[in-house]
């Protein structure tokens, strides 16, 4: 479910006179419906795509999507052997739930939240997980926490940087009245830097919002691109956003396995399909290909694959490796971060260790497409000071990966 507030205010600063609609060129056409609604359903963003992939251009099902974007599959990228679930997306995990609300005002404004809400936690409010920091610079509130007991307490919300304060905050509210009876909460916020779009400095995120994202969480296809917490990011020296995918597998004694990753992803280098560099200055003509400041990737992993807080910190260290598939450059200023958890029953027995290869495999595959997802799905974007984010132009991507693919 995603809820749209195109022209949101805080006291500080009092919404603006709604601006007039762009016309379907304008860069600033973030590829959601232009209009506010309160509570209205996310446009589906790429079709449920299945185990394989289209071998020419998007798919009739993208050319269905009301921004004209197009999944990797659709685009005939397809990621490893593994077959996907029926959505390619962590919502594929039973249980697993999906839920965006996104900030657009045409403008200054381009950013929101995105949060992740496993069903299972609402009875025992605890699931085992890991956090790997692969870079530590930026925020997860609450990863210590997780650290220390190996396990996750609450939904996962992810935001912009200077307002993951006020989103762990409403989180809180959100878990404290979900449990009248506890004493203490150790919520989970992360956060990419947003502020090349996006005036990060007005905090324009209010528990509304939060809560919004929470109570309105689906199993279905979560929206991906410029939506939620990915509406201001850019990655690889494209605009970039939410992306998502998931894999099956059959584990030892045939035990069937489903695991999805979700990826905010907002992070430097140069863009690299199946072993393809696409620097963006090659790709878009007058791009000088300069990052933003502030890069950052948070990756959710979700699996139902029967694991501890130890087996689960190896799949997380795995989601941060994916990265570098797509052409990540490390840098010092990328907050890298991935958080892995498990809906299985705890009366299930656990993997063994020697069994885990197709799971980190899947993890791999998934967080590498759930990535390029967040690019391909994304749309041109204008937003704080003039800043442009152009959005990846199929044509010349699959011209140069036919040509070039090894």
């Known amino acids: 479910m995603t809820r749209r507030d195109d022209h949101p205010g805080t006291p500080e600063?009092?919404?603006?006179?709604?601006?007039?609609?762009?016309?379907?060129?304008?860069?600033?056409?973030?590829?959601?419906?232009?209009?506010?609604?309160?509570?209205?359903?996310?446009?589906?963003?790429?079709?449920?795509?299945?185990?394989?992939?289209?071998?020419?251009?998007?798919?009739?099902?993208?050319?269905?999507?009301?921004?004209g974007r197009a999944r990797a599959r659709e685009l005939g990228v397809v990621v490893g052997r593994l077959p996907t679930g029926p959505l390619n997306a962590i919502t594929d995990v039973e249980g697993v739930l999906v839920g965006h609300t996104?900030?657009?005002?045409?403008?200054?404004?381009?950013?929101?939240?995105?949060?992740?809400?496993?069903?299972?936690?609402?009875?025992?409010?605890?699931?085992?997980?890991?956090?790997h920091v692969g870079n530590g610079y930026g925020k997860l509130i609450g990863s210590t926490q997780i650290d220390e007991l190996g396990v996750l307490e609450s939904p996962i919300v992810l935001t912009g940087t200077l307002s993951v304060y006020r989103a762990a905050d409403a989180l809180l509210s959100y878990v404290m009245r979900r449990r009248p009876d506890g004493l203490s909460f150790n919520c989970v916020a992360g956060e990419t830097n947003d502020g090349?779009?996006?005036?990060?400095?007005?905090?324009?995120?209010?528990?509304?919002?939060?809560?919004?994202?929470?109570?309105?969480?689906?199993?279905?296809?979560?929206?991906?691109?410029?939506?939620g917490a990915g509406t201001g990011t850019t990655a690889l020296g494209f605009k970039a956003g939410i992306g998502t995918s998931s894999r099956r597998l059959?584990?030892?004694?045939?035990?069937?396995?489903?695991?999805?990753?979700?990826?905010?992803a907002n992070f430097g280098g140069v863009l690299t399909v199946q072993g393809v560099p696409m620097p963006a200055a090659e790709l878009i003509r007058g791009a000088d290909g300069a990052e933003p400041p502030g890069n950052s990737c948070m990756i959710v992993v979700a699996t139902d694959a029967p694991l501890d807080a130890r087996r689960l910190g190896r799949l997380a260290r795995r989601a941060?490796?994916?990265?570098?598939?797509?052409?990540?450059?490390?840098?010092?200023?990328?907050?890298?971060?991935?958080?892995?958890?498990?809906?299985?029953?705890?009366q299930v027995p656990l993997l063994p260790d020697e069994a885990l290869t197709p799971v980190f495999a899947a993890v791999m595959d998934a967080v590498e497409e759930a990535l390029l997802n967040a690019l391909f799905m994304a749309t041109t974007t204008t937003g704080y000071q003039g800043h442009v984010s152009h959005a990846v132009p199929y044509d010349r991507l699959l011209h140069r990966l036919h040509r070039q693919r090894p």
């Open 250 to 264: 059959e584990v030892e004694g045939g035990v069937p396995v489903t695991t999805g990753a979700l990826v905010q």
């Open 320 to 346: 941060i490796f994916a990265m570098g598939r797509v052409g990540a450059s490390y840098s010092h200023g990328s907050g890298d971060y991935a958080i892995a958890f498990s809906t299985a029953p705890p």
């Open 102 to 131: 996104t900030i657009d005002d045409g403008a200054d404004l381009h950013t929101g939240v995105t949060a992740i809400v496993p069903e299972q936690l609402f009875s025992t409010w605890r699931l085992p997980a890991a956090v």
């Open 13 to 67: 600063h009092p919404a603006a006179a709604s601006p007039p609609a762009p016309s379907a060129a304008s860069p600033s056409a973030a590829g959601a419906p232009v209009g506010r609604s309160a509570t209205s359903a996310s446009p589906a963003s790429g079709a449920p795509s299945s185990s394989s992939g289209a071998s020419g251009g998007p798919s009739a099902a993208a050319a269905a999507d009301p921004s």
């Open 196 to 227: 090349y779009l996006s005036d990060i400095r007005r905090r324009p995120i209010t528990e509304r919002h939060v809560l919004d994202a929470l109570e309105g969480a689906s199993g279905g296809l979560p929206g991906e691109g410029c939506v």
